[in-house]
């Protein structure tokens, strides 16, 4: 039996002013799975996290498309593009929660960690003081604060950088929401700690069954954290399925051309190599494939002259004229040699 779905991203584009910065993204987040939006920087994964929030900043907006957040036996799910801002205030941090790269900008520096997680108990849940502060200290424990009790009320400067991330993932969890939407969460941090914020993150999302939306341009983050994986380029989503499929049979020569460049040698043994070229610009869209100028496989006919689809085949889609053919011939795949 497949999880519920706790997310439906439909038709998404955004737009700043006349740019089109997002172009027609559509997902799933079922409770207790974990999607990974990958991509360079710059391929509009942000925007699409903000979005589903209503935090897109000033001058950018959804121009289409829909972000309906389900609850089981709801018929009507809440639209989050059309809902009005006081209705996203109600779901932020209590039905949806978001983790940025930068846990100073969700914590306030003048007033104490447990103070600022009891606070979100008791707007959200209408708990009384005693009790929420009391929560608030429970939580700081379960994501791993030592000497809970005293932390509490110490200030955020007084915290390192994981530590504050951990606290940021205490408010963010307080009231169990249905999907965390975690944005480069570790990018910011020692690699020792990020892979101790990721253990937490994929922890709490397994012990709340949370959806999560993990966005990261690093690859290596996403195996052994996320189960599904969505690659965008260029504000499009160019290939999308389960990671373990993905990483081993990658059907988008952008995909294979990520993988390739991995430090963490997702195509193992093999020495990482740079993705050459650069990301067209927004406002300036060739008039086929965006990745064709970078590609190794573009051909001018099938690749340069008409928008390609996204094809969808069972729970893999791609958006590659070549891709059945290029698969077909094992050309997107880990070369059998590994260089020493
Ligand atoms: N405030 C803004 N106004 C207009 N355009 C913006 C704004 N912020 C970002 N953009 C543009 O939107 C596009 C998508 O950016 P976005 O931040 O979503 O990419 P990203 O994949 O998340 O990259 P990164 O990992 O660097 O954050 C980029 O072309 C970027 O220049």
Not at 19 to 31: C, E
Not at 108 to 132: D, F, K, W, Y
Not at 267 to 280: D, H
Request: hydrophobic residues 45%.
């Amino acid at each position: 039996m497949t999880a519920e779905q706790v997310l439906e991203v439909d038709g998404l584009s955004i737009a700043a002013g006349p740019v089109p910065l997002v172009h027609d993204v559509s997902f799933r987040l079922r409770a207790g799975e974990a999607l990974a939006l990958v991509g360079e920087s710059g391929s509009g994964k942000s925007m699409t996290a903000l979005a589903l929030l209503g935090l897109l900043p000033r001058g950018v907006a959804v121009t289409a498309g829909s972000v309906r957040l389900l609850e089981p036996g709801d018929p009507s799910p809440l639209d989050l593009v059309t809902a009005g801002s006081r209705t996203l205030a109600d779901v932020r941090g209590r039905r949806v929660a978001m983790v940025f790269q930068d846990p100073m900008a969700s914590l306030n520096p003048s007033i104490t960690v447990g103070e600022q997680i009891a606070e979100v108990l008791r707007r959200h849940l209408g708990m009384g003081r005693a009790p929420a502060a009391r929560q608030a200290v429970d939580l700081l424990g379960a994501v791993g604060i030592k000497e809970p009790g005293r932390r509490a009320g110490d200030h955020p400067h007084t915290f390192s950088g994981g530590m504050r991330q951990r606290a940021v993932i205490a408010m963010a969890l307080a009231c169990e929401p249905a999907v965390l939407i975690a944005d480069e969460p570790t990018t910011a941090l020692d690699v020792t700690i990020q892979a101790q914020i990721l253990d937490l993150l994929v922890r709490m999302q397994d012990e709340l069954g949370m959806a999560m939306l993990l966005v990261t341009h690093d690859l290596g983050v996403v195996a052994g954290t996320c189960h599904r994986l969505a690659v965008m380029y260029a504000g499009r989503l160019v290939e999308a399925g389960a990671v373990g499929e993905v990483f081993d049979d990658p059907a988008h020569p952008y995909t294979s051309a990520l993988l390739a460049a991995a430090p963490e040698n997702a195509m193992r043994g093999r020495k990482p190599q740079a993705i050459l070229g650069t990301v067209p610009a927004p406002g300036e869209p060739p008039p086929g494939c965006a990745f064709s100028s970078r590609c190794a496989h573009a051909l001018p006919d099938a690749c340069d002259t008409a928008p390609i689809e996204l094809v969808r085949s069972g729970s893999r889609s791609v958006r590659c004229a070549r891709s059945a053919e290029l698969r077909e011939l094992q050309e997107l795949r880990e070369p059998a040699e590994a260089t020493p």
